[in-house]
């Protein structure tokens, strides 16, 4: 009985040494070849959890560029979206992985830059992307995952 605890005992210290051993170093890793393929699936992932959300987001502005009004049930459907967006950007898995990245890596403009992008391929106004990427509660939010609060 002894042996077989020893042993045991001895295959789980070898087991974490060697887990130790394979921690891949950031600066052989992140090369933008390495970062690429990763940042696209997060990418990828946050665009399939937030479609609903920007199909609202572009039919109410929409809406408002065609000298539209926002009725209660827009108005109600909008903060929904809105506050799944929030909670998609402070918790979701694929923001997540992107800060996983952007901390391994060492580079806190990986996020802010993938969002960039992203925003510019669901057709979002260029001056928008300006005004949120100099809001600092937004770039917070996208760097630690926790809601800045907000006083207007």
């Known amino acids: ?3 077989v605890l020893f042993t045991l005992s001895l295959t789980g210290i070898l087991l974490g040494a060697t887990a130790c051993t394979t921690v891949p170093d950031p600066a052989e890793v992140c ?3 390495w970062i690429a ?3 696209d699936r997060a990418m990828k992932d946050f665009k399939r959890d937030t479609q609903s959300i920007f199909k609202t987001l572009k039919k109410t502005g929409s809406r408002l560029d065609n000298g539209g009004n926002i009725g209660p049930l827009q108005m109600f459907s909008l ?3 809105l506050s799944r967006l929030g ?7 694929a923001m997540r992985d992107m800060r996983t990245l952007a901390t391994t890596c060492d580079d806190p403009k990986l996020i802010k830059n993938a969002m960039t992008n992203f ?3 669901q057709g979002i106004d260029e001056k928008f992307i300006r005004f ?3 809001f ?3 770039t917070t939010l996208l760097e630690t995952g926790e809601k800045p609060y907000i006083r207007l």
């Open 1 to 3: 009985m002894r042996s």
């Open 31 to 33: 090369s933008a070849e």
């Open 37 to 39: 393929p990763r940042a």
């Open 79 to 81: 903060m929904n979206s």
């Open 87 to 93: 909670k998609k950007l402070e918790n979701g898995r």
């Open 119 to 121: 925003m510019r391929d």
């Open 132 to 134: 949120l990427n100099n």
């Open 136 to 138: 600092e509660a937004y």
